[in-house]
C-alpha cells in the first residue's frame, strides 16, 4: 500500500506516549476476554470495563500531557493521518454529489485507556466510533494484536510500514475507514434509525440489525478504497487479499468457533466471515453507497 507523501489529516489527535490514562496490572488474557465479549459477541462496552477494573484499578497511572513520540509512534501517527485524510476526500467528494456537506470526525489515538463521550475507551475495546463526540478512538496496540492474537498478517503485500510485528498497512486501513462508516451513518441517521429499531425488537432481531449496520459500515470501506484507488493508484499487489484475510478472520462465526468451537448465529452482531468479505468487496467494486443497502 503505497501512502507516503500525501496529505496527512489534522483531525488526529494523539495521546500516546504518556497523555491519557494508562491502564497496567492487566494481564494479555483479560484484554482478550475483554475484546472479544465486546467486540464480537455483543457486550455493552461499559460492562466489558466493569469485568476487566478490577484487575487494573491497582495499576493505573494518569498522564496529563503527551510525551514527545518515537519515530514509530510518529510513522503510526502520520498513516493514521493519512489513511484518514483519504477518507476525508472520498466522503467528501460524495456528500457534495448529493447536494449535502461532509463533516469530518475527529480519530483519537491513545494508549491503555482513555476517556470519551460514550463512557471510558479502553484497549480491550478495540477501534470504536462514539456518535456522541464524533470521534474514532483507536489503541495502537490493536494492530499488534491483530497480528498475533488474531493471524491476521501482511506478507501478502509490500507495506511501507517498518514495524513488522503488525497486521499489514491495507488491513490496518480497512479498520479505519471500517469506523469512519459509521460515522458516516451517524450523519445519514441511518445509526439513530438502527438503535430506535432495536429498543422494540428482540435480542436476536437487534443482534441482526447491528449486523446489518456493520456489514454497511465495512461496504462503506469498501467505497472508501474504490475512491482513493481511483484518485491515488495507492493499492499495491496482495493489498486486497489481505483486507480480505481481515474481514474473515473477524467474522463472528469464526471467532466464536475459535474462541468455543461453535457458532451462536442468533448472537452474532458483526455478520460471518463470508458476508464480512462479501460486502467489502461490493463497496470495492462499484465504488456506490447506493450498492451499500445491507437492510433491504
Known sequence: MRWKGR???????????????KAGGISILGLIVAFVAWKFFGVDPQQA????????????????A?????????????????????????WTTIFQQQGAQYTAPKLKLFTGRTD???????????????????????DTQFFKDMRQQMGISGEQNQSELSAKDEAG???????????????????????????????????????????????????????????????TQFLEQGDVEEAMDAAQKIGDDYLQKQA????????????????RMQWFNIGLKSGDVNQCDTFK
Open 7 to 21: 496529505r496527512v489529516s489534522e483531525n488526529v489527535e494523539d495521546r500516546r506516549g504518556g497523555g491519557g490514562v
Open 49 to 64: 470495563y466493569q469485568a476487566t477494573k478490577q484487575v487494573t484499578s491497582a495499576g493505573e497511572t494518569q498522564n496529563t
Open 66 to 90: 503527551p510525551t514527545s513520540l518515537t519515530p514509530q509512534q510518529k510513522e503510526v501517527s502520520d498513516f493514521v493521518g493519512t489513511v484518514l485524510a483519504d477518507t476525508e476526500d472520498t
Open 116 to 138: 470519551s463521550a460514550c463512557g471510558t475507551a479502553q484497549s480491550a475495546m478495540g477501534p470504536f466510533y462514539c456518535p456522541a463526540d464524533q470521534k474514532v478512538y483507536i
Open 169 to 231: 498497512d491495507f488491513a490496518q486501513a480497512y479498520v479505519i475507514a471500517h469506523e469512519v462508516g459509521h460515522h458516516v451513518q451517524n450523519l445519514l441517521g441511518i445509526s439513530s434509525q438502527v438503535q430506535k429499531a432495536r429498543q422494540q425488537s428482540s435480542e436476536a432481531q437487534g443482534n441482526q440489525l447491528s449486523v446489518r449496520l456493520e456489514l454497511q459500515a465495512d461496504c462503506f470501506a469498501g467505497v472508501w478504497a474504490n475512491h482513493t484507488q481511483q484518485r
Open 260 to 275: 468455543r468451537g461453535y457458532a451462536v448465529p442468533d448472537s452474532f452482531t458483526h455478520g460471518t466471515s463470508q458476508q
